[in-house]
Nanobody, 119 residues
């Protein structure tokens, strides 16, 4: 059974940094594109960043470009999201997700990790 487990969330002051990790199991990890999404209270879930299976392609939401970096370590079956220069509006539950190749639909989702940025 495929599992995606996020970690690294927490409470941080504005301007601070966090590094999220998402460990995947029972997955041919390098065959899957990975993405990060977030959902703030009362809002819809939104795309944050994505990375291809080999890490050669990355894309970001405009709201996080230049502040967040997605990366992956296929030897560890783990994808990361480095969050820098955090703002209160980055407060949300962050989810990782996996999709076969660079498909349009994400097949697997993690349970989420809370990021709270205080002003």
């Amino acid at each position: 059974q495929v599992q995606l487990v996020e970690s690294g969330g927490g409470l941080v002051q504005a301007g601070g940094s966090l590094r999220l990790a998402c460990a995947a199991s029972e997955l041919t990890f390098s065959s899957y594109g990975m993405g990060w999404f977030r959902q703030a209270p009362g809002k819809e879930r939104e795309f944050v960043a994505a990375i291809s299976g080999r890490g050669s392609t990355r894309n970001y939401a405009d709201s996080v470009k230049g502040r967040f970096t997605i990366s992956r370590d296929n030897a560890k079956n783990t994808v990361y999201l480095q969050l820098n220069s955090l703002k209160p509006e980055d407060t949300a539950v962050y989810y990782c997700a996996a999709r076969w190749g660079w498909g349009t639909t994400y097949d697997y989702w993690g349970q989420g990790t809370q990021v709270t940025v205080s002003s």
